[in-house]
């Protein structure tokens, strides 16, 4: 089983930059591939990015393309997600999920595909 813990959320102006964390418990994070999804007030739950066990592979969302970057450190067991260029329009709950094996862009994007889920944390952008 693995459990998940985000951190690095908060309150940021239009713009500006936050560096979410996802710690993972457990010996087995480096068998997962690791998953970004974002909820909104009123939204559904929206898949943001993913990377593969290795790293070698990353996906992401239109919206956050060339502006969000995925990464992993298999030896903190943490997966990171850089937001750059924030605006009003990603203010959401972020949460890490977890996946057991091959990441496909046949499943990449279906929450369902997930085993595992932080709790969230909260990011807000002002404009």
């Known amino acids: 089983q693995v459990q998940l813990e985000e951190s690095g959320g908060g309150m940021v102006q239009a713009g500006g930059s936050l560096r979410l964390s996802c710690e993972a418990s457990g010996r087995t994070f480096s068998t997962h591939s690791m998953g970004w999804f974002r909820q909104a007030p009123g939204k559904e739950r929206e898949f943001v990015g993913a990377?593969?066990?290795?790293?070698?592979?990353?996906y992401y969302a239109e919206p956050v393309k060339g502006r969000f970057t995925i990464s992993r450190d298999n030896a903190k067991n943490t997966v990171y997600l850089q937001m750059n260029s924030l605006t009003p329009e990603d203010t959401a709950v972020y949460y890490c999920?977890?996946?057991?094996?091959?990441?496909?862009?046949?499943?990449?994007?279906?929450?369902?595909?997930?085993?595992?889920w932080g709790q969230g944390t909260q990011v807000t952008v002002s404009s």
């Open positions: 999920a977890a996946a057991a094996g091959v990441l496909l862009t046949s499943w990449v994007e279906n929450p369902r595909q997930y085993d595992y």
């Open positions: 990377m593969s066990r290795s790293g070698y592979s990353t």
